[in-house]
């Protein structure tokens, strides 16, 4: 009876790989968002947000995200980026997204397009969330969920007040695609 035990509790250990093999992202929909303490991993969605992602892996490859700081961090909420002038009021040279808002819930880990009051002025600006966020859902869109690594995410260095605003903030020190990485 021991060996049936062992040998089912095997089983269901070489299944559970196999569905998470099945269910895992591409390479070509599978981020590298190198920090200062670790890699995170981040699954894109382009079923939710098609034209985010392809800006998204635009972007990527130009290699427009290294080096760009974290200029927002607000503890239990998120941490933003993708700002080339570090403020908050820089993008890309390619023109605002159109929202592609969802049902998918802003929780811990997913990767959302930062925008102004004006739902369609996405650009290149992204927030990670601490923790659920379900005022953000449907308002804002969805465009990855971190896979692996969210403790480094953690630990972005976190700013003042409810601007959250950082003083010598941390850097992305790379960004790669998974089909790209070498």
Not at 58 to 79: D, K, P, S, W
Not at 141 to 162: C, H, L, R, S, Y
């Amino acid at each position: 009876m021991p060996h049936f035990r062992f040998l089912a509790a095997l089983l269901v250990s070489l299944l559970a790989l196999a569905s998470f093999g099945a269910n895992a992202a591409s390479p070509e929909n599978t981020l590298y968002l190198d920090l200062k303490d670790g890699r995170v991993v981040i699954e894109l969605r382009p079923d939710l947000a098609p034209k985010h992602v392809e800006r998204v892996k635009q972007l990527v490859r130009e290699g427009f995200y290294n080096g760009l700081t974290f200029h927002r961090v607000i503890g239990g909420f998120m941490a933003q980026t993708g700002d080339p002038n570090g403020d908050g009021t820089g993008s890309s040279k390619y023109p605002d997204l159109p929202a592609e808002f969802s049902q998918a819930p802003f929780k811990r880990g997913t990767v959302g397009a930062a925008r102004t009051g004006n739902p369609n002025s996405a650009n290149s600006q992204f927030f990670i969330c601490f923790e659920v966020a379900s005022n953000l859902d449907g308002q804002y869109t969805v465009w990855g969920q971190v896979i692996e690594g969210m403790q480094f995410v953690d630990g972005v260095k976190k700013g003042q007040g409810a601007n959250g605003r950082v003083a010598n903030p941390d850097k992305i020190i790379k960004m790669q695609l998974a089909s790209d990485a070498r």
